[in-house]
């Protein structure tokens, strides 16, 4: 009995000495993710948690390279955000932003106001270049002077960052949105085949995505990739293991690799589903590689991991949720407060990883309340533990009186 006793003391004493040590290490060592105001995490990752800061400072002139973008709703204000490697916050120049991949480039652009000019910051050194209008410096006959405007939602950028795949748009009476590859050097601007800007090859071709009719299930996808030197075009059908689960949407959120060698399809789901299929196609011969489910889906752009595919996700708060065989997970969220939304990370900050939360533990409960998950346990282990030893002790309080209570053995 009495051995029994001891080892439920053990087995308590030992969960109270493990939940302490987890709650002291964790608050020593900072071993849980950084914070939006926090420093104490290295510079070759990203912040695996975005505090609540708001207002944000406006981005300063050399911020250095970023990790990512999003949106603060802000009660429908609607404020674009830079964040830093470190978990910083800064408010960014009015316009839609894209990063180039080492995060060293801003690209903005107003996708609301005709004429807008574009401008492309290095974050690093500080200066400016303004593209006052994309139809100047084309020899295309289709882009007259003043006749067209970007449409930066779906920028892509090539690996070294020298030119940027587009949609620029003619005058809104028209309507019409076609693809093109703006030369960030020259301001040359060079039509490709129309479809959706998804990126380029590993030849450094521009790729771009269409549906041969839109609005028909089933129908065959091509991914076409065009060399802007030379004009000659390469088409490759992309074959699907199974049939698309609804209508085709002509303007998909697609992405290319950063090796060049597959293209990335976001399948959203239909009506108010928020759900949807990644699914990624090889460049070389069109068969579907592996497709891969996520919820919550935003509706912005995509990224990558290497070959995994990072997709933004919002349910009660923003996340960037890495696709890898092991099923989805969350790579940073934002705090619930911000109201955010499109938290595109650019692919050299995933490429660094993540900061890892407590025990290697990325899910968003912990991710957000860890330090109180941690204290709370080791309050109640405390609490129990004492609870027991005062049961235990008032027991053998009881055990002692009641042994002692008899009468005294007579003398013979």
């Known amino acids: 009995m009495r051995?029994?006793?001891w080892t439920r003391v053990a087995v308590l004493g030992?969960?109270?000495?493990?939940?302490?040590?987890?709650?002291?290490?964790?608050?020593?060592?900072?071993?849980?993710?950084?914070?939006?105001?926090?420093?104490?995490?290295?510079?070759?990752?990203?912040?695996?948690?975005?505090?609540?800061?708001?207002?944000?400072?406006?981005?300063p002139d050399r911020p250095g390279a970023l990790a990512g973008?999003?949106?603060?709703?802000?009660?429908?204000?609607?404020?674009?955000?830079?964040?830093?490697?470190?978990?910083q916050l800064w408010a960014l120049p009015p316009g839609v932003p894209s990063l180039s991949p080492d995060g060293r480039w801003l690209l903005t652009a107003?996708?609301?106001?005709?004429?807008?000019?574009?401008?492309?910051?290095?974050?690093?050194?500080?200066?400016?270049?303004?593209?006052?209008?994309l139809g100047t410096s084309t020899d295309r006959t289709e882009l007259r002077r003043g006749a067209y405007q970007l449409v930066p939602r779906a920028a892509r950028w090539s690996g070294d960052a020298r030119s940027v795949l587009v949609l620029v748009a003619q005058r809104p009476r028209l309507g019409q949105e076609h693809a093109a590859v703006l030369d960030l050097g020259t301001g040359a601007v060079t039509r490709v085949p129309d479809g959706t800007p998804a990126g380029f090859d590993a030849a450094g071709r521009a790729v771009t995505v269409r549906v041969a009719r839109a609005g028909r299930p089933g129908e065959a996808?091509?991914?076409?990739a065009t060399d802007v030197v030379t004009g000659a075009v390469q088409r490759r059908v992309l074959r699907p293991r199974g049939p698309w689960a609804g209508a085709a949407d002509p303007r998909p959120h697609a992405g290319v690799s950063p090796d060049g060698a597959t293209v990335a399809l976001v399948?959203?789901?239909?009506?108010?589903t928020p759900d949807a299929t990644v699914r990624r196609f090889s460049l070389e011969d069109g068969h579907e590689l592996d497709p891969r489910a996520v919820a919550d889906f935003d509706h912005c752009e995509p990224s990558w991991s290497g070959e995994d595919p990072v997709v933004p996700t919002r349910s009660n708060t923003a996340h960037s949720v890495l696709l890898d065989t092991d099923g989805p997970r969350s790579l940073v969220a934002v705090h619930h407060r911000m109201q955010s939304f499109c938290l595109v990370l650019v692919v050299d900050a995933l490429a660094a990883g993540p900061h890892e939360s407590f025990l290697g533990t990325?899910?968003?409960?912990?991710?957000?309340?860890?330090?109180?998950?941690?204290?709370?346990?080791?309050?109640?282990?405390?609490?129990?533990?004492?609870?027991?030893?005062?049961?235990?002790?008032?027991?053998?309080?009881?055990?002692?009186?009641?042994?002692?209570?008899?009468a005294a053995p007579v003398a013979g």
């Open 221 to 224: 996808w091509t991914a076409t």
């Open 3 to 5: 051995s029994g006793r």
């Open 267 to 272: 399948e959203a789901g239909l009506g108010d």
């Open 362 to 406: 990325r899910d968003a409960l912990w991710t957000w309340y860890w330090r109180e998950l941690l204290l709370a346990l080791t309050v109640g282990a405390t609490a129990l533990a004492l609870a027991t030893l005062l049961l235990l002790r008032r027991r053998r309080r009881r055990s002692g009186s009641g042994s002692g209570g008899g």
């Open 14 to 59: 030992a969960a109270l000495a493990v939940a302490t040590v987890l709650q002291a290490v964790g608050l020593v060592t900072g071993a849980g993710p950084s914070t939006a105001t926090s420093t104490a995490t290295s510079a070759d990752g990203y912040p695996q948690r975005i505090g609540f800061a708001r207002p944000a400072p406006p981005l």
């Open 110 to 133: 107003s996708s609301t106001v005709p004429g807008e000019p574009l401008e492309l910051h290095d974050l690093v050194t500080g200066t400016r270049k303004v593209f006052p209008d």
């Open 69 to 87: 973008t999003f949106y603060d709703n802000d009660f429908g204000n609607r404020r674009a955000l830079a964040l830093g490697p470190r978990g």
